[in-house]
Structure formats: structure tokens, C-alpha cells
């Protein structure tokens, strides 16, 4: 029996990437959610709420429709680590984790056309080697990861800024942790691999 091709509940070109690798057919949509944290969530609580309202809020846009969401929260101690944005703000960043550890939450939730829901969070943590002033610019001049939270692409030059790392999936840290997710789509009938 065919079935309607998986909707990723995301705008994020990365997920997008990652899920492909599956070979299972999906479509994306952007939800449109508060992202806030709330008043005494943790990191990885708020990552896979998120991930929930996200697969939530497609399954509204897509009934009938099995639907993911994804969501990242990264924290270094006790400040939260965001996407940078700018230059400057990736610069500060770098700097600012030199040589600390940052744990990367990432959420997934899967809704099947059923209702019934898989939540999964998968905690990845990272060390960033003492960087120097001139590693991080020749870095930002060669991948300008403004979109990362972290400032660093670990798929890509960025691997060459960590010291260790280390997780159940390497592909939580990019976004969509696949050991889980194909776990969630087997429960629900998809065929993976």
C-alpha cells in the first residue's frame, strides 16, 4: 500500500537534507510557532516541545498525514548557545567556547496518520579545542556558519574546531537525529532502509 509522502514540519534546509538520506518520500512545511523557552524548562525539555508543536501544527496544516518535527536547544553551562546571525556575533561566539563543552538537545517527534505520537530527545555534547584568534577567522572566512548555533558546521570545516564529541547519533548535532527517527517511521509502517 502507498502511502502520502512524510511532511517535515521545518524550514530548515539541513533537516531537509538529512531526511533525504532516508529515501523516503516527503515535502516540507514551515509551522509558524513561538519558539520561547518557558519559564523553568530545560534545554532538552524545550527542544522536544518544540519538536511536539511543530509535528503538531503540521498534523493541523496536513491531517491525515504522518508528520516530524525537530527542534535543537544548545547550552554551554548555563547560557544558552543561539544561531549567531552576523560575523561579529559568530566571532564572539568562538570565542566565548573555547575549550568548554556545549550539549546540543535535539527533539524529534513523529505523529502518524493514526494520532499516535514517538517523542525522542538525543543529547550530543561537544568540546571546542582552545581556538585561536586567527583559527576562528580563517574559519568564518571559509564557512560562515551564521545559521548554527555553536557557529560551527560539524559536517562540514567546522569538524576541525572541536576537540571531542560525543553522542548517540552524529546527525542530532546537524538537526535530525536519523537512529531515532528511523526507529519512529519503522513503528509506523515506513520502510527503512
Known amino acids: 500500500m502507498a ?12 533537516r531537509a537534507e538529512l531526511l533525504s538520506r532516508l529515501r523516503i518520500p516527503f515535502e516540507t512545511w514551515s509551522p509558524d510557532i513561538d519558539e520561547s523557552a518557558l519559564e523553568h524548562e530545560t534545554p532538552s525539555q524545550t527542544a522536544v516541545r518544540l519538536a511536539r508543536l511543530k509535528a503538531e501544527a503540521g498534523v493541523r496544516a496536513h491531517p491525515g498525514r504522518c ?14 548557545v ?27 517527534c513523529v505523529i502518524g496518520v493514526t494520532g499516535k505520537r514517538h517523542e525522542r530527545i538525543v543529547t550530543t555534547d561537544v568540546i571546542f579545542r582552545p581556538l585561536t584568534d586567527p583559527e576562528i577567522e580563517r574559519y568564518l572566512a571559509a564557512e560562515p556558519a551564521f545559521d548554527c548555533a555553536g557557529a560551527a558546521k560539524s559536517e562540514g570545516l567546522g569538524i576541525s574546531l572541536l576537540h571531542r564529541l560525543g553522542g548517540d547519533d552524529p546527525t542530532a548535532l546537524v538537526g535530525l537525529p536519523l537512529i531515532a527517527l528511523s ?9 527503512v532502509p
Open 183 to 191: 526507529q519512529m517511521l519503522r513503528a509506523e509502517g515506513f520502510l
Open 67 to 80: 508528520v516530524i518535527g525537530s527542534d535543537q536547544v544548545a547550552e554551554c553551562g548555563t547560557q544558552p
Open 3 to 14: 502511502q502520502d509522502p512524510l511532511i517535515l514540519a521545518s524550514g530548515s534546509r539541513y
Open 82 to 108: 543561539n544561531k549567531p546571525g552576523s560575523l561579529e556575533a559568530a566571532r564572539s561566539q568562538l570565542r566565548a567556547l573555547r575549550a568548554r563543552p556545549v550539549l546540543f538537545h535535539t527533539g524529534v
